[in-house]
């Protein structure tokens, strides 16, 4: 199984600084098509999780441009360039390569 | 605009079963590929079945936690997904959400375990 490890477990943010959440993933989730399955969502309170960013680095479309993915086959960034009031909640990353698995979550509060 | 509305939760005792269902709209459901994930009070989220589509053999995978208890089921004629589990434990607790994996989800449904 295909184990995703994502860190911090929590981040504290002043408005308008940035932020940055790392997810490893224990093994390659480059496919041979060239398809990298890795995703990043947001839990909100109360909400169910909403796709940030899908395939490593690509917006879904309505997410603001503040909100941005990098990375390559098992090592994977969310970079926040600057940190609104609404970006509070639960950040997960995903892959979808083999079923799927989910990282432990990162809890973002605003300081 | 795409809805996935998740029905059927709630209290159940230890050992029975209950089943689940999805509703799917303004969506092409029959092509997705679609999951179960579920969330226990609290914690993250974690991945419990999976339907593929009937032309990749509507086959299913599932989490070893629920392997041989769970079973996901489709009806593209009705655009439902379910999820039918038996011998339910207390750790099967939390909210069940329907999705692609992808960018649609429903809202959950509840489920408690309790005696």
């Known amino acids: 199984d295909i184990v995703m490890t994502q860190t911090p477990l929590s981040l504290s943010v002043t408005p308008g600084q940035p932020a940055s959440i790392s997810c490893k993933s224990s093994q390659s989730l480059l496919q041979s098509d060239g398809k990298t399955l890795f995703y990043w969502f947001l839990q909100k309170p109360g909400q169910s999780p909403q796709l940030l960013i899908y395939e490593v680095s690509n917006r879904l479309s309505g997410v603001p441009d503040r909100f941005s993915g990098s990375g390559s086959e098992t090592d994977f960034t969310l970079k926040i360039s600057r940190v609104e009031a609404e970006d509070v909640g639960v950040y997960y990353c995903m892959q979808n390569m083999q079923l799927l698995t989910f990282g432990g979550g990162t809890k973002v509060e605003i300081k | 605009e795409v809805q996935l509305v998740e029905s059927g939760g709630g209290l159940i005792k230890p050992g029975e079963s209950l089943r689940l269902s999805c509703a799917a709209s303004?969506?092409?459901?029959?092509?997705?590929?679609m999951n179960w994930v579920r969330q226990a009070p609290g914690k993250g989220l974690e991945w419990v079945g999976r339907i593929r589509s009937k032309t990749h053999g509507g086959t299913t995978d599932y989490a070893a936690p629920v392997e041989g208890r769970f079973t996901v089921s489709r009806d593209d004629s009705k655009n439902m997904l379910y999820l039918q589990m038996n011998s339910l434990k207390t750790e099967d607790a939390g909210v069940y959400f329907c999705t692609d994996g992808r960018s649609h989800w429903g809202q959950g449904t509840l489920v408690t375990v309790s005696s």
């Open positions: 303004a969506f092409t459901f029959s092509n997705a590929w």
